[in-house]
């Protein structure tokens, strides 16, 4: 079993920067491949980014790359989700995820892939 906790989402005002954290904890396999999601109401879980423990990283391609940077410590126990100049459309709740094997894009940015959530955390960007 695994058990993610996800942390550091807040309000902010457009142009901030927040750094999203993730704890992991459990099976150190089923977490081979993490990512994070996030999600506004009536809307599906849209992928930002993901990472395996051998240090290969993704993201979504249009509205995040070059803003969002994922990252991992070296305790394997915990990814990060540097955002920098937010914008109000970044309003979301943010999700990690993980789920045993080394997956990249396209695997990884499939929500079905995974079968570990947290249970998010808030982030609202004021304009």
């Known amino acids: 079993q695994v058990h993610l906790v996800e942390s550091g989402g807040g309000l902010v005002s457009a142009g901030d920067s927040l750094r999203l954290s993730c704890a992991a904890s459990?099976?150190?396999?089923?977490?081979?491949?993490m990512a994070w999601f996030r999600q506004v109401p009536g809307k599906e879980r849209e992928f930002l980014a993901c990472l395996t423990w051998t240090g290969n990283t993704e993201y979504e391609n249009d509205s995040v790359k070059g803003r969002f940077a994922i990252s991992k410590n070296d305790d394997r126990n915990m990814i990060f989700l540097q955002m920098n100049d937010l914008k109000p459309e970044d309003t979301a709740v943010y999700f990690c995820a993980a789920t045993w094997g080394y997956y990249s894009k396209p695997w990884c940015s499939d929500v079905k892939l995974f079968a570990h959530w947290g249970q998010g955390t808030r982030v609202t960007v004021s304009s």
């Open positions: 459990g099976h150190a396999q089923a977490t081979n491949t």
